[in-house]
């Protein structure tokens, strides 16, 4: 089944402690991107990557760190969270983003409190 | 800011009630697509549209791209229970195929 896989579906974690959410996808898509949702403010991209080893800053990234090493696998690690990234997040692939893409596929998401 | 504008936040509907929701943009966009989020879950594509003036229809959804590609709608007809949910659009601006941009969302929920 085509799927993008988050790990894990639920996070509580205190200020300062270095974590970090999975993200694989077996549609071989080239594209993927990390989004956090807050209330009222919708979907807000935090990094993208157009391929291996190119990754790209979105709207909010500060705070985060991405890494594409390989195509399927797309991390984002949070060096040191802090209250105000509590958050639910989704990753999301496509293929390269055109006039011809058919739209992204969300992960199931990853709720994040930090205490 | 927000770079694409989606109202109204909220819609409470009674079931068979018809639904509309709206996205505007400040500059032209290549395309726009729409998302379903149901209560709990994550954002499902439904459609794309990229044709100024283009209306797509699923079912009971209407799908409207503006003349001048900065603004569209999603209209469903006799409102289901099955329909609630947190609609958003997402634009791509002419000549960035790098990123989508999402609008806030509008909250639907259909009393019985």
């Known amino acids: 089944e085509a799927q993008v896989t988050q790990n894990p579906r639920y996070l509580i974690t205190v200020t300062g402690k270095k974590l970090t959410v999975t993200c694989s996808q077996n549609m071989n898509h080239e594209y993927m991107s990390w989004y956090r949702q807050d209330p009222g403010l919708g979907l807000r991209q935090i990094y993208y990557?157009?391929?291996?080893?190119?990754?790209d800053k979105g709207d909010v990234p500060e705070g985060y760190k991405v890494s594409r090493k390989e195509k399927r696998n797309f991390p984002l690690i949070l060096e040191s969270p802090s209250p105000n990234q509590t958050s639910l997040y989704f990753c999301?692939?496509?293929?390269?983003?055109?006039?011809?893409?058919?739209?992204?596929?969300f992960g199931s998401g990853t709720r994040l409190t930090v205490v | 800011g927000q770079q694409v504008m989606q109202i109204p936040q909220y819609q409470h509907v009674q079931e068979g009630e018809d639904f509309t929701t709206y996205c505007n943009s400040s500059?032209?966009?290549?395309?726009i697509q729409w998302y379903k989020q149901r209560p709990g879950g994550h954002p499902v594509f439904l459609i794309q549209l990229v044709k100024s003036g283009e209306v797509k229809k699923q079912k009971r959804l209407t799908f409207q791209f503006g003349e001048a590609k900065k603004n569209s709608s999603l209209h469903i007809t006799a409102t289901q229970t099955t329909d609630v949910g947190t609609y958003f659009c997402?634009?791509?601006?002419?000549?960035?195929?790098?990123?989508?941009?999402f609008g806030s969302g509008t909250k639907l929920n259909v009393k019985p």
């Open positions: 999301a692939s496509s293929p390269i983003p055109s006039r011809d893409v058919y739209g992204y596929t």
């Open positions: 990557s157009m391929n291996v080893e190119v990754t």
């Open positions: 500059t032209t966009l290549s395309n």
């Open positions: 997402a634009g791509m601006k002419e000549y960035n195929f790098n990123k989508f941009y």
